[in-house]
Structure formats: structure tokens, C-alpha cells
């Protein structure tokens, strides 16, 4: 069973950053393009970023020039560099695989506040 846990969340002031991390379960990791997705309150789930298993990248245009997303094939693991972040990037942060979706983890909290 595919199992994605993702971490490094927490409360940042506006302007600050955090690195999140998502270790993946399973065979599926090093050959998938991953996503980082994330949910605001009341708000649908949106793409942010995805890397293709040789690490060509893309994202969101809300995001672009601040976050960074990467991979280590070896340790499954998918991380998101976010900087100068923003009251907006507010939200519950999770990963998956882009093209074939996975049960999705619980996600982590990040919230933007001074």
C-alpha cells in the first residue's frame, strides 16, 4: 500500500520559509511525476508545483520565483522550498503523483501570520 507522509510545516511570519518534505511508499515514486497540491480553508484543492522524474519542474504562477520543488529518487522523498511567503500561501500542504493519483496523506499545516 502507497503510503505519502509529508512534514515541516508550522507558523511563519510573513516573508519567512519552510521546507517541506513528503516521503513516499512504493515502486511508483521513481518513475511518477510528483505534485505538491495544497487546500485553503473553503477553498479547493490547487496544484502548486510538480517535478517529472528527471526533474523538470513547473508551477504555479502564484508561486513562481518563490517556491522550489526537488526530489531524491533514492530516498522517495519530494521537498518544497517555499520563501517569502505570504498571508495567501496559507494552507494544508500535501504530495502526490501528478498523472496517477495515490491515497492521499494528511497533509501538513502551513500557516503565514505575524
Known amino acids: 500500500q502507497v503510503q505519502l507522509v509529508e512534514s515541516g510545516g508550522g507558523l511563519v511570519q510573513p516573508g519567512g520559509s519552510l521546507r517541506l518534505s513528503c516521503a513516499a511508499s512504493?515502486?511508483?515514486?521513481?518513475?511518477?511525476?510528483m505534485g505538491w497540491y495544497r487546500q485553503a480553508p473553503g477553498k479547493q484543492r490547487e496544484l502548486v508545483a510538480i517535478i517529472t522524474n528527471g526533474g523538470n519542474t513547473n508551477y504555479a504562477d502564484s508561486v513562481k520565483g518563490r517556491f522550489t520543488i526537488s526530489r531524491d529518487n533514492a530516498k522517495n522523498t519530494v521537498y518544497l522550498q517555499m520563501n517569502s511567503l505570504k498571508p495567501e500561501d496559507t494552507a494544508v500542504y500535501y504530495c502526490?503523483?501528478?498523472?496517477?493519483?495515490?491515497?492521499w496523506g494528511q497533509g501538513t499545516q502551513v500557516t503565514v501570520s505575524s
Open positions: 502526490n503523483s501528478h498523472f496517477i493519483k495515490q491515497s
Open positions: 512504493g515502486s511508483f515514486f521513481s518513475v511518477s511525476t
